[in-house]
Structure formats: C-alpha cells, structure tokens
C-alpha cells in the first residue's frame, strides 16, 4: 500500500485526488470517488448560491464518510468573485476541512478564513511563481498541473515532467501533481518525481458513476492522444478540451478576432451540460487533457482507482527490481 503525505494530512487511503469537474463533481461522484479510496473534490461553481452548496454538501456527508474537498474557483469566468467569502462559509459552517482553490491569483483574502476555520488549504495551479505566492501564503499544498491536462492550463505551456519536479524543488510543502495521469504507470512517474500525490481528472470521466452521458465516455474510449486542443487562449483562458466541432467553433471564432461575448456563448457552460445529459457529443465545449488517449474502458470508480493503484505498485516493484 503506497502511504504518502498526502495520505496522511487528507486521510485518504490512495495519493490520489478526483479532481474537480465543474458540472460533473456533484454529491454522488464525489461520494462514489472518495468511497473508492480518492481524495475527491466537490465543485462549489455548480451551485448557484451558498445555501445550494451547503445542501450538496450535506448530500455529499450522507453519501460518504471519507474525505472530500470543495473547490473554490478563482477564475471571475466560472464564479462570481465577490461572493468567493460566502462559499467558504459556508464550506467551513458544514465542518469541510479540506479546501481546494484553483486559478493563477492565490486568494489572499481568503486566507485567514482558511486558517481561523481549521481548514486544510490546497492551492492549485499551473506554474512556479504562483505555486511559490500560494506557498508564502500559508497553504498546505500545492497542486500543479501541467501543459497536457484537462482543464486550465495556464499560459506557460510546460509538460507536467518539467512542470512538477521544477514546483517541488521552488517549494517546502507537499506537492499534488498531474496532468495526463490516466494509468498507474502515470501514479508512479509522478511519484518518482517526488510528488506526494496525483491529480485526475479526464481519466474519471469514463467511469460507470460518473454524470455525463454514455455517449461522450464512449467517444473518450475512441479518442486518441491527439484529439484535443487548446481553446480560449486568445482571452487569456486557455483550456485544453476535446476537439470536437464545438471545440473547432471556438477556435474559427477567435481566429476571426470574434468578441468575448460570442466565445463565452460558444464555450458555454450550458451546452456542455446539455451535452452531458442528452450525449450529442459536439454540441458543448469539454475539457480533457491529452490522457484521453489511454482511456481504454469505462470501470467503476472502485475498479479503475484499485487497478490504478496495484499497477503503481508493481511499476515501482519492477523498477526496483531493474535496478538490483
Ligand atoms: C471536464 C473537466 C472539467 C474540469 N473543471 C474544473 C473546474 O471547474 N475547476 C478546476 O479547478 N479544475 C477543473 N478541471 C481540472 C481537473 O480538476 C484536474 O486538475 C485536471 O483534470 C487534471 O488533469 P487531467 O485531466 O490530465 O487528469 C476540469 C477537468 C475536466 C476534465
């Protein structure tokens, strides 16, 4: 059994965390994710106010009694920001004590109530200099994610090989990398570069539990490495998502210099949700980072996260053994 210190400040039997998924991280995926052994994080931009998370946070206690976190999302994009204080209220008052903030600004501001609350802080992001500002702010841990993940990816385009040694040598605290981590091959590489947990997120969606329609995961077993994209660096977002002729939309919009008002329609939350639910795979905008290639086949949480664990174990094993 691999213990790390990520293990022990979270207390979750693998070094893995079930990164956060807006739309898709509601109560039932995080429970069946932390069930099965992760780490996972609840998306606190899936609800429209305090009281709604504060419901989907309880929903997510009776469904679970191991560990989770709530994400709190810093892009102004994907929530609103003059309300960040009352999610983490709220957050705190429902006895959550392990909070992830995600973007490239650390929450400054935040902080205090982070660290009067008891809470377990995790900031993640995608490059030295702001994995140093989280760090000199008082946060736990760091998670770094680098050029081939799903989701954000920042502007500094760095492989997660250069990307996480590079934020755990610039750092004192633990280190949660990822970014293309599919396999427990990928758990082991991060691992030996000295992480002290792994992120993911693409590589959750093809499981049984996970909310979104057959048809996308499906189409995620299909995929190859090369089938996805960089979307929405033209506004300073830029995402890595699946190349799918909503995908395609948005770039020809911003090779054509079109307003932020058409991307953002274009890239829309709501479609992909649509998407989600009624599975006409080019109709939304989806992040998913370059480990979609190595989707195979779409187990439970359990299976995939247990499978995941024991082929770390045995690369490690094996790599240990080539060395003697
Ligand atoms: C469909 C999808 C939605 C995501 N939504 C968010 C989000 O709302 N907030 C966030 O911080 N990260 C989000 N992420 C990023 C993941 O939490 C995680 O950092 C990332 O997926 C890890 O890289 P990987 O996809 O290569 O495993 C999302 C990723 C995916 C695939």
């Avoid at 099965?36 to 946070?57: H, M």
Wanted: proline share 4%.
């Amino acid at each position: 059994m691999i213990k790390t210190k990520v293990t022990e400040i979270l207390g979750s039997k693998y070094p893995i965390i079930a990164g956060t998924m807006a739309r898709i991280s509601n109560p039932e995926f995080v429970a069946a994710a932390s069930n099965a052994g992760a780490c996972a994080v609840l998306a606190s931009a899936n609800y429209k106010s305090p009281d709604e998370l504060r419901d989907a946070i309880n929903k997510t206690q009776s469904l679970t009694n191991q560990p989770f976190a709530v994400n709190i999302n810093l892009f102004p994009a994907l929530m609103p920001q003059d309300k960040l204080d009352d999610y983490v209220d709220a957050t705190l008052a429902e006895d959550v004590k392990i909070i992830e903030t995600s973007g490239h600004k650390a929450p400054e501001e935040l902080v205090p109530k982070f660290k009067n609350g008891g809470a377990i802080w995790i900031h993640k992001c995608a490059g030295v200099r702001y994995a140093k500002k989280g760090e000199s702010l008082g946060a736990d841990l760091i998670t770094v994610v680098g050029y081939e993940n799903g989701g954000a990816t920042g502007r500094l385009d760095i492989g997660t090989l250069v990307m996480a040694p590079s934020v755990i040598d610039a750092v004192d605290i633990p280190v949660i990398a990822g970014g293309g981590v599919s396999d427990g091959r990928g758990v082991a590489a991060i691992l030996a570069l000295g992480a002290e947990g792994v992120i993911m997120g693409t590589r959750m969606m093809a499981t049984k539990e996970c909310p979104i329609h057959e048809n996308l995961k499906h189409a995620f077993v299909e995929a190859a490495e090369t089938d996805t994209c960089l979307a929405l660096r033209s506004v300073g977002n830029t995402h890595r998502v699946w190349n799918n002729e909503a995908a395609q939309k948005v770039l020809e919009l911003e090779s054509e210099g079109a307003p932020l008002f058409k991307l953002i329609q274009a890239a829309s939350g709501e479609k992909a949700e649509e998407m989600y639910k009624h599975g006409d795979t080019d109709l939304g905008v989806v992040s998913c980072g370059q480990g979609v290639g190595l989707i195979k086949d779409i187990p439970t949480v359990k299976e995939l996260l247990d499978r995941i664990m024991a082929e770390a174990e045995e690369t490690i094993s094996h790599l240990q053994r080539i060395s003697n």
